[in-house]
């Protein structure tokens, strides 16, 4: 497939603000909501300041709070199912990775001494993750707040696209939730930031699609360095690569794809993939 031109300059911005409009979340929802409800204090700086703490500890922080939102929003919509609890959404495989927890738990604690009870992590997930990129990309983008925390959270519940999954088995996941194959490509920008470790794409080195060869398509000096980070038959260490291999634009993923570039087996095959 070629994607398509508008695709290619869509910022990470975009990406956040799709992930909040898209039908994933609950209640009458609107841009400072609020505001006038804690006196004085306002929750979305308490919010940012707290982010901005871990941040400076950890810029990898940006990832998995862009992470966690999604795989938060995914299942029942932005309702912070994921946060915690026995059997939960929290527990179920593909959330066992995730980090950030402790950033909205900061969070919570943070708005809940100057307004107590009334924000719920529903909206700190989706304030922190903009705060994050924020901080990363140097512009800030306005969001919906008015959530409501959600009261079913069950591991079984959790159908969540893996890394390793191809476009058309990934596409029915994000049409089921009313999304298109377009926005399944916004959303996959979110693939500028993090790492990808090399349990997750030593097959598409060594044994693409169980061919015993390697992925054919990628661009060959990529596969090389990957390679070398990544050699075969490595099971004591499970090193991890970057997903963004180009440290100069920030939103780098559409151009790296379409290069042949893509980290992830997903991210490969989709520069080739017919999506209409």
Not at 13 to 27: C, K, V
Not at 68 to 73: I, K, R, S, V, Y
Not at 147 to 161: E, F, T
Request: with cysteine.
């Amino acid at each position: 497939m070629k994607v398509r031109r508008a695709v290619v300059t869509l910022s990470l911005i975009e990406l956040i603000i799709a992930i909040n409009l898209a039908r994933l979340s609950n209640g009458e929802l609107q841009v400072g909501f609020y505001r006038g409800k804690c006196g004085f204090a306002d929750v979305e700086i308490t919010v940012a300041s707290v982010v901005t703490t871990w941040f400076l500890r950890d810029p990898t922080i940006v990832a998995a709070l862009i992470r966690l939102q999604f795989h938060d929003c995914f299942v029942n919509g932005c309702d912070a199912s994921i946060i915690d609890g026995c059997f939960s959404e929290k527990t179920a495989a593909p959330n066992l990775s995730l980090r950030g927890y402790d950033v909205i738990d900061d969070a919570k604690a943070a708005v809940d001494r100057v307004c107590p009870g009334v924000v719920p992590c529903a909206d700190l997930i989706i304030i922190a993750a903009r705060d994050a990129v924020f901080l990363s990309v140097g512009e800030r983008y306005e969001v919906q707040t008015g959530r409501r925390d959600g009261l079913i959270s069950l591991a079984q519940n959790v159908l969540i696209p893996g890394p390793s999954i191809s476009v058309s088995q990934a596409i029915p996941f994000f049409v089921n939730k009313g999304l298109s194959p377009i926005d399944m490509v916004v959303l996959l920008g979110a693939h500028s930031v993090g790492v990808a470790h090399c349990s997750i794409i030593r097959d598409s080195l060594y044994n693409f699609r169980n061919t015993g060869m390697p992925d054919l398509t990628m661009e060959p000096f990529l596969a090389d360095q990957l390679r070398f980070r990544c050699p075969p038959n490595t099971t004591t260490v499970d090193s991890t690569v970057n997903l963004d291999q180009n440290p100069f634009p920030f939103l780098d993923y559409y151009m790296q794809i379409l290069s042949n570039r893509g980290i992830l087996p997903i991210d490969q095959e989709l520069a080739m993939h017919p999506l209409s």
